[in-house]
């Protein structure tokens, strides 16, 4: 991202010391350093947050997936149900024999 390399931090840093002093340059860098662990601890949370929600989003992808699968044979079983129903229905079996009383 960015390129900061020694020279660039020395350059800075003599800068700082000259505008803020000896006096108030490591109350200021100390706040710095907060702000820039409270940045990383913020980023962190949000990295955190969205690859939970993506995990979240795969497992129902998963279990959708898993539900089709499972209900395919079934849909397959009441389709044949019902095509030997309507054969029964439509053309009752001939026998011989004399029905029962």
Do not use: C, H, Y
Not at 14 to 38: I, S, T
Request: hydrophobic content about 50%.
């Amino acid at each position: 991202m960015f390129d900061v390399g020694f020279s660039e931090l020395l350059i800075i840093a003599v800068v700082a010391l000259l505008v803020l002093g000896p006096e108030r340059l490591p109350r200021a860098a100390r706040m710095a350093g907060a702000f820039v662990r409270r940045a990383r601890a913020q980023w962190e949370s949000v990295r955190a947050e969205l690859e939970r929600e993506l995990e979240v989003e795969r497992v129902k992808a998963d279990l959708d997936a898993a539900v089709g699968a499972a209900q395919a044979p079934m849909r397959e079983l009441e389709e044949t149900l019902r095509e030997a129903g309507r054969d029964a229905n439509a053309s009752p079996p001939e026998s011989d024999a004399e029905p029962r009383p």
